[in-house]
Antibody, heavy 119, light 111 residues
Framework: EVQLLESGGGLVQPGGSLRLSCEGS????????MSWFRQAPGKGLEWVSA?????????YYTDSVKGRFTISRDDSKNTLYLHMISLRADDTALYYC???????????WGQGTLVTVSS | IVMTQTPLSLSVTPGQPASISCKSS???????????LYWYLQKPGQSPQLLIY???SRFSGVPERFSGSGSGTDFTLKISRVEAEDVGLYYC?????????FGQGTKVEIK
């Protein structure tokens, strides 16, 4: 069974930093492109960042996080990361990681980890 | 790309059909011949789950009462007979132009 487990969320002050992790199991993690999404409280879904499968150089970010967020992966640990700095109140959200099927749809999602940016 | 869903909320009697429209501001037809339009359902308190990919392909385990149709910029998700377990927020998503974007979501509830 494919599983994705996010961790690392929490309460952080504006300007602070956090590193989110997403551990995958039940599939060959290195074969899959992965993404981070977020959902602000009571709002819709927003794509944040994407990284290709191992060996690829594809890394993408939505404009609002460019220069502040860094996506990376450690396939030896079956883990995807999102390093976030200079956090702002509008980064407050439930952050999900998702696996991208080779046919391009996101077929498996984690349960999310909550990031709250507040003083 | 802007994805526009209508309606934003829907109240349906169990056993009755439901339909959600999704319009994109640009064509989602890729030069590879595929149309990168997906439908997700987010049940209360849960993460999104894939229902439909490539406009009309039902994901593994998704009941046959769910169907997708459309082309280019106009798409529709239909539920032939709504069941109580279908309540939640339905989102269309495009996967062709970065940043990938979602519709605003359509809340489906049971009468």
């Amino acid at each position: 069974e494919v599983q994705l487990l996010e961790s690392g969320g929490g309460l952080v002050q504006p300007g602070g930093s956090l590193r989110l992790s997403c551990e995958g199991s039940g599939f060959m993690f290195s074969w899959y492109a992965m993404s981070w999404f977020r959902q602000a409280p009571g709002k819709g879904l927003e794509w944040v960042s994407a990284m290709g499968a191992t060996g690829g150089t594809d890394i993408y970010y939505t404009d609002s996080v460019k220069g502040r967020f860094t996506i990376s992966r450690d396939d030896s640990k079956n883990t995807l990361y999102l390093h976030m700095i200079s956090l702002r109140a509008d980064d407050t959200a439930l952050y999900y990681c998702a696996r991208r099927d080779p046919n391009s749809h996101f077929d498996s999602w984690g349960q999310g980890t909550l990031v709250t940016v507040s003083s | 790309i802007v994805m526009t869903q209508t309606p934003l909320s829907l109240s349906v009697t169990p056993g009755q059909p439901a339909s959600i429209s999704c319009k994109s501001s640009q064509s989602l037809l890729h030069s590879d011949g595929k149309t990168y339009l997906y439908w997700y359902l987010q049940k209360p308190g849960q993460s999104p789950q894939l229902l439909i990919y490539d406009v009309s392909s039902r994901f593994s385990g998704v009941p046959e009462r769910f169907s997708g149709s459309g082309s280019g910029t106009d798409f529709t998700l239909k539920i032939s007979r709504v069941e109580a377990e279908d309540v939640g927020l339905y989102y269309c998503m495009e996967g062709i132009h970065l940043p990938w974007t979602f519709g605003q979501g359509t809340k489906v509830e049971i009468k």
